[in-house]
């Protein structure tokens, strides 16, 4: 399930509650703020079908919240999964405008995720963002664009590159 802090609007992904708990306090790790969260109203993949909706795929925990705190500010779906068989089951569930997707990845390659994207018609209108933090140099970038990703950018990115990248993409 995804929360957010209602004081920072700084939001987290944890477990699911145990049935037969109506509701948990948490304290944010970033603003102190404590709240009340009821599984019963949260809902991980809520969408609305009037914004954009931007899939982040990445294994890492701490850079997918990462990228939920730099995007927060989008008038857009923000959604997370954490494999490239959590991302192609959400893309069957969601109508995905962006997707954001790293190249290393625990279940498949990101590449080889982007190839099955672009061979299915269903999905020929996605942008696809790819990143990477194991660069090296122009061959991770050139491998991305073979293999149909619109962009490509290292995880060392500076935080206004990346926003203005997922702009662009997002209004093409």
Known sequence: MIIQCPACKSRYRTRVLPSGQ??????CPKCSHQFLVDPAQSETTEVSTEKQTILMVDDARFFRDLLLDLLKDFNANLVTADSAEEAWVLLHKHAVDLLIVDINLPDKNGLDLIREIREDSTFGKIR????????????DAMMAVRAGADDFISKSFKPRELTERIQKLLQK
Do not use: E, W
Request: hydrophobic share 35%; glycine share 6%.
């Open 22 to 27: 109506s509701s948990l306090q948490i304290k």
């Open 128 to 139: 696809i963002l790819c990143i990477s933090g194991v660069y090296r140099k122009d061959d």
